[in-house]
C-alpha cells in the first residue's frame, strides 16, 4: 500500500538548520502537489510550503519565506524542506501531504488551512527548536 514518510527532525538551537525529507512508496510523486503543514502544540495546522513534483511551481508562506527551501528528487521520490535560520516559532511536528495534480480539484500549488486538497498524510516529524 501506498505510504509517505517524513524525517530528518530534530533539536536544534535557534539559527540553526534542518533539512526534512517527504519520501513515497508504493507510487511515483511526479504531477503531484506535495504540501507542507506543521503542528504546534495546542494549535491548528498550518501550511508552510509547497512543490508541484516535476515542475518549477513552488510556494511559501510568509513567516518562512527567505530561510525555507523546497526541492525534489526525482531518483529519489523524495521531496525536501530544508530550513535555515530556525527560530522558536518554527517548533512543531512537520506532515507531507499529497494529492494528485488535479485530484480533488486541486491545480495549484498551495496550502490551504486545514489541509484542504490533500488526499494522503505522513505521520509527521518533530522539530525542536529551542535553546
Known amino acids: 500500500q501506498s505510504q509517505l514518510m517524513e524525517s530528518g527532525g530534530g533539536l536544534v538551537q535557534p539559527g540553526g538548520s534542518l533539512r526534512l525529507s517527504c519520501t513515497a512508496s508504493g507510487f511515483s510523486l511526479d504531477y503531484f502537489i506535495i504540501g507542507w503543514y506543521r503542528q504546534a502544540p495546542g494549535k491548528e495546522r498550518e501550511g508552510v510550503s509547497c512543490?508541484?513534483?516535476?515542475?518549477?511551481?513552488?510556494y511559501y508562506v510568509d513567516s518562512v519565506k527567505g530561510r525555507f527551501t523546497v526541492s525534489q528528487d526525482n531518483a529519489k521520490n523524495t521531496v525536501f524542506l530544508q530550513m535555515d535560520n530556525l527560530k522558536p516559532e518554527d517548533t512543531g511536528v512537520y506532515y507531507c501531504?499529497?494529492?494528485?495534480?488535479?485530484?480533488?480539484?486541486?491545480?495549484?500549488?498551495?496550502?490551504?488551512?486545514?489541509?484542504?486538497?490533500?488526499?494522503?498524510w505522513g505521520q509527521g516529524t518533530q522539530v525542536t527548536v529551542s535553546s
Open positions: 512543490i508541484i513534483f516535476g515542475t518549477n511551481k513552488l
Open positions: 501531504a499529497t494529492v494528485p495534480l488535479g485530484g480533488r480539484h486541486a491545480d495549484t500549488c498551495s496550502v490551504p488551512p486545514g489541509g484542504g486538497q490533500y488526499r494522503d
